[in-house]
Every structure is written in structure tokens, then in C-alpha cells.
């Protein structure tokens, strides 16, 4: 989706919004930060969020791979920034059809640094008229724009001429003429330069949104060099706060995000509803200022549905998926991108899609949660004990990893149930995924709630766990005691047992809104479980197993599991009176 398009939403409804910016880290731990940062501010919700491309084109490879993460992995609406000079054309398209081909739709244009070549771009503008003319109304363009004038039209005294200033104006007026939808602006410390800006850009017939950039004050030295950088005018008075607390790092966090807040609260008390953070790839100040603002809520995360919906244009309207990937989205992903079509509405024909290949990417992880999962998994194991322990520990949330989950610890609806699926476990029913029953709960609840305000949400409790034959054997004849429980069993080499057809797909989650037919975002699918089953094996030995040293006597204990166990799925079907806990009471 067009990023402006979603401000236009925004303008329409008379909400504010807010987006982020981030740049590519230089290491590979960097990287790995970065995405778990980037997946905790992204469940705010913001609009969209922008990669920085290096100097001169210096990091295009690096660029567009966080970008394709970005827009297809975290699932947040991605800009990527595109700079032209010095740069030959065929690097420039192989950028743009490089963002297209990965469902991206929005591109920062940028000059960046002074042509040092002759050829070539040299400018954004050349840049703009580029892409409307190669692609016509596909992308969305954003520009920047430079409320004190660009710095290279500053003076030595620190501020353009009226000239200067005038002229800055009329090229960005040209950069909007030739197909500009967006403004972006270079960050600023004086809300009334801003204004101002504002002001006159409509003066002169700018009618595009402006969006002002807002950099937290995190540190002196790094406010000192950014400032410097682009000749940002410093008020008198944010000047000899900084210096009074310069020593104190704390002190100078706490005023920046309070020169933040303040900022923004003017800024959208004249109308303006998008706020744009350069973040420096550090969360606390942004989101500070956020929570204070109250634009977005500390333990409250708002959902279009009970996962993160993807952003790839292709898969936009895609609302409905198998449960079981639920702790591994992004795996889910992965193996469905090559997909023509994606389920709207109703789940359909199962058999239809092919499910991508198991590969590394499925068992990989960053190295900061590898670590985590060393840490809290890879103890010594001398029995089938020792393992019922874990997933106990876990469910009672005294861990904060889990080989089965790409999420940090235990989500707010299972702790509802994190009692008795720790009970459960410790009877040797190895709980990996599960959802408690809900029967027309607010669909703004903090716990369970998704699709916004003013709708009713709805499921069927949901177990998924691994347990011995003779354990199912025995559940399998409780069930039968309890008509309202369907269940899918199969071991790792395939061998089902079930009371319910291959293609009879069950909606576990749905919503009731306001003037829209209900929706019914997850579903069990005997078919597709058959798929994931083949992951969920896998994660024993190549999630697990291999976090110990080969000779370790503890992958035996793991692999026994692993060659002897069933994977369940266990579904009660009456949500109002049901109990799914029930029968494992008996056993």
C-alpha cells in the first residue's frame, strides 16, 4: 500500500499516525539487534517505516535485503531511501525493480551526495521524473523537504537568505510538480521554522502532505553532530538546558523526550496528523514520546487481526490463516510466498496451495535469541522428566524462549490458560501452541482483542502439543466421552489418527464488526497440518537437539521424543460451555 494513501486515511479520519526510520547496522549482531528492536516497535502499529541507503549507493545490497525483510518478515508497510548521483542508471532501476518485485511500493527519492562525475543524475528531480516515467503511478514518491533550506544553501551565519530560501522552495515546488506525493522533513528543533515551512510551501501551491521529521534527543555529543551536519538552528533555550546536563546521559534522554512531546503536541495541534522519527535504530526515546503523546498505549496492542497482517501488495487482503504457525509467522511466510493467490475471506481449498520446502531459513536464528535458547534450553536432559519440565517452566512463563516459537515469551491470552497448560505438561502433554475459548469478548481487549473497537471476537479453545502413543491412545477414548472435542494426531512418519476428515477445515477464531460480514482469521486444516507437521519434527533435532555439543548424551533424549512422539491438535468445538482441560483431568 501507498504510503500516502494511508495519510490521506489519516487526514480523512482525523487520526494521528506516526512512522519510523531506521538505518542498516554495520555488523551482523547490528543486524540481528536491529530486527528484534524493529519487531517490538512495530507492534505499535506504525504507518510505515524507512531504510536509509548509504552514501553514493554504498550499501545497496544490505539495504534492499532489510527492506524485503521489513516489508515481508516484520510485515510493516516499507519506504526505502533511493539516492542518484553517482550512481549509473542500471544500479538505480535494478533498486526499483528490486523493491517491486518484493511487494514494496514506496520510495524516499534523494539526490544524495554532490555529483562528483560528470553523467548521470544530478539531482532528486531527475530521480522523480524517472520513476513516473518508468513506473509510472506504481510507486508512491516521497521527497524531502528543508524547513531552515537544504544546508547547502545555509550561510556561515547559520541561516539561508531570503533568496536562498525562496529558490529551495521552488525546486521542491518542481520535485511535487513532477510527481511527488509526500514531503519528508529534514529533522528541526524549532516548531515555529517548521510552521512557517509548512505555510509557505501552500502559499505556493504545495498541496502534497508535509510530515516533519523528529529526531529524540538521545545523547549530547550525537545531538551536537547531527545538528552540525545539517545546520539545524538550536533554540536559545534547548541550547543551555543541553549544556547545564551534558555529563548526566540520563538527564539528557529525559529532556530530549520531553523537548520531543512538546514538539509534537504543537505540531499536531495545527492540524499536521503524521509524525515521522528518526530513530537512530534506538527505541526509548521514540517510544516515550509516543506513550506520551498517546498515540500509542504501553501494555495495549491494537491488531487488524490476531496476527500482524503482511504488507507485500500481494498478499494484502490475504485475512486468513492455519493456526499452526501462529508462534512462527514469519516461517509461515517463507513457505507461502510463491503463492498466486492468498485466502480471503474463507480458507478454501486447502489442497490447492503448495506449501514451500523446509529449509535453513525455517531454523535459523538471530544470534541474540540463539543465545536465549542456549541459555534457557540446552541444559542436561536425562529423561523424558526432564523434558515435560521445560515446557512447564515455559508455560508458566519462567522462560522466555521456546524452539517452536519465533515470539518472545508467553502471549497475553495464553497466560489466561498458562496454569493448566503447565499442569498438562507435566503429565507428559508437551504444549506448543494453544488459544483459550472466548465468547464475545470486546474487540478492544488487551488480552484477546483484535479488529479494533466496536466488534465482538470469538474462539475455539485450541491445544497443540506432542505426547507417547499410549498417552494418546488414552485421550483418544476420553474423547469419545466428549462429542464437542475434534482432534488430528500424527507421529513424525505419518501414521494419523483422527475423527475428523482431511478437508474439513474449522474456523477457531472470528470477529462480529459494525457493518461488515464476519471474519474468520484462523482455522484448523487437517491438510495443512500435515505440512507443518513435518516443521514441528524438525524443530527437535535442528531447533533443539543441535543446541547441545554432538556427543552430548542429551540429543538422545531429544531424538527419542522426537521418533517416538505424536503431534496433537485438539479442538473444543463448544466455546460457550466447553472445557478442553477437562479430559486430562481423567487421565
Not at 521445560?390 to 508467553?410: H, I, Q, R, T, V
Request: with cysteine; hydrophobic share 40%.
Amino acid at each position: 500500500m501507498k504510503v500516502i494513501d494511508k495519510i490521506k486515511q489519516a487526514i480523512n479520519n482525523d487520526t494521528p499516525i506516526f512512522s519510523l526510520e531506521f538505518f542498516p547496522p554495520k555488523t551482523g549482531d547490528g543486524i540481528d539487534n536491529l530486527f528484534e528492536r524493529m519487531d517490538r516497535m512495530a507492534s505499535h502499529n506504525p504507518a510505515f517505516c524507512d531504510i536509509t541507503w548509504g552514501a553514493n549507493g554504498s550499501t545497496p545490497d544490505l539495504t534492499l535485503e532489510i527492506a524485503n525483510r521489513m516489508q515481508n518478515l516484520v510485515c510493516v508497510e516499507t519506504m526505502m531511501h533511493l539516492t542518484c548521483t553517482n550512481m549509473p542508471l542500471e544500479k538505480i532501476d535494478n533498486a526499483l525493480q528490486s523493491i517491486k518485485s518484493y511487494g514494496m511500493q514506496n520510495v524516499l527519492a534523494l539526490r544524495g551526495d554532490k555529483p562528483r562525475t560528470a553523467g548521470g543524475y544530478e539531482c532528486a528531480l531527475d530521480l522523480v521524473k524517472h520513476i513516473r516515467l518508468k513506473y509510472d503511478d506504481y510507486f508512491g514518491i516521497t521527497v524531502a523537504g528543508y524547513p531552515e533550506a537544504h544546508p547547502d544553501s545555509i550561510g556561515p551565519n547559520g541561516v539561508a537568505s531570503p533568496e536562498a530560501y525562496q529558490n529551495d522552495l521552488a525546486y521542491l515546488k518542481s520535485k511535487f510538480a513532477a510527481g511527488a506525493d509526500l514531503i519528508v522533513t529534514q529533522l528541526f528543533y524549532d516548531t515555529d521554522i517548521f510552521l512557517k515551512f509548512v505555510n509557505d510551501c501552500h502559499q505556493i501551491g504545495i498541496t502534497c502532505p508535509i510530515v516533519p521529521g523528529i529526531m529524540p534527543i538521545n545523547n549530547y555529543k550525537g545531538f551536537l553532530r547531527m545538528t552540525s551536519f545539517c545546520k539545524t538552528k538550536i533554540p536559545a533555550e534547548i541550547t543551555s538546558t543541553m549544556e547545564l546536563i551534558k555529563d548526566n546521559e540520563e538527564a539528557v534522554r529525559n529532556y530530549g523526550i520531553h523537548i520531543g512531546t512538546e514538539m509534537c503536541k504543537k505540531i499536531l495541534a495545527h492540524g499536521i496528523k503524521t509524525l515521522h522519527f528518526y530513530t537512530l535504530n534506538m527505541e526509548i526515546s521514540a517510544i516515550a514520546i509516543l506513550l506520551n503523546l498517546g498515540l500509542i498505549q504501553e501494555n495495549k496492542i491494537l491488531r487488524s487481526l490476531p496476527w500482524r497482517r503482511a504488507t507485500n501488495v500481494s498478499r494484502v487482503n490475504e485475512d486468513v490463516r492455519p493456526i499452526f504457525w501462529a508462534n512462527r509467522p514469519k516461517s509461515y511466510i517463507s513457505r507461502t510466498i510463491c503463492w498466486e493467490k492468498f485466502p480471503c475471506g474463507r480458507w478454501g481449498d486447502s489442497f490447492n496451495p503448495s506449501f514451500g520446502a523446509l529449509c535453513d531459513y525455517q531454523f535459523v536464528h538471530p544470534h541474540a535469541r540463539d543465545k536465549r535458547l542456549k541459555e534457557e534450553w540446552a541444559v542436561p536432559l536425562n529423561d523424558i522428566e526432564d523434558i515435560q519440565e521445560k515446557f512447564w517452566a515455559y508455560c508458566l512463563g519462567k522462560l522466555k524462549s521456546n524452539p517452536w516459537s519465533e515470539l518472545d515469551g508467553l502471549q497475553p491470552e495464553t497466560r489466561i490458560i498458562s496454569e493448566q497448560l503447565g499442569y498438562i505438561s507435566l503429565k507428559g502433554f508437551l504444549t506448543i501452541n494453544s488459544q483459550p475459548a472466548v465468547n464475545g469478548e470486546n474487540s478492544d481487549s488487551h488480552t484477546v482483542g483484535w479488529g479494533g473497537p466496536g466488534g465482538y471476537v470469538y474462539q475455539k479453545a485450541y491445544l497443540e502439543f506432542f505426547c507417547s502413543k499410549d498417552m494418546l491412545n488414552a485421550l483418544v477414548m476420553i474423547c469419545k466421552g466428549f462429542p464437542f472435542l475434534t482432534y488430528v494426531a500424527v507421529n513424525k512418519e505419518g501414521c494419523l489418527v483422527s475423527n475428523v476428515g482431511l478437508a474439513d477445515v474449522n474456523a477457531v477464531t472470528w470477529g462480529v464488526f459494525p457493518i461488515m460480514e464476519i471474519i474468520q482469521p484462523t482455522v484448523v486444516d487437517p491438510a495443512s497440518f500435515m505440512i507443518w507437521k513435518d516443521e514441528a519434527f524438525e524443530i527437535w533435532s535442528r531447533g533443539w537437539a543441535e543446541l547441545y555439543p554432538e556427543s552430548d548424551p542429551s540429543r538422545k533424549v531429544i531424538h527419542k521424543v522426537q521418533s517416538s512422539y505424536y503431534l496433537v491438535s485438539l479442538v473444543d468445538n463448544d466455546y460457550v460451555h466447553g472445557d478442553i482441560f477437562a479430559p486430562f483431568s481423567e487421565l
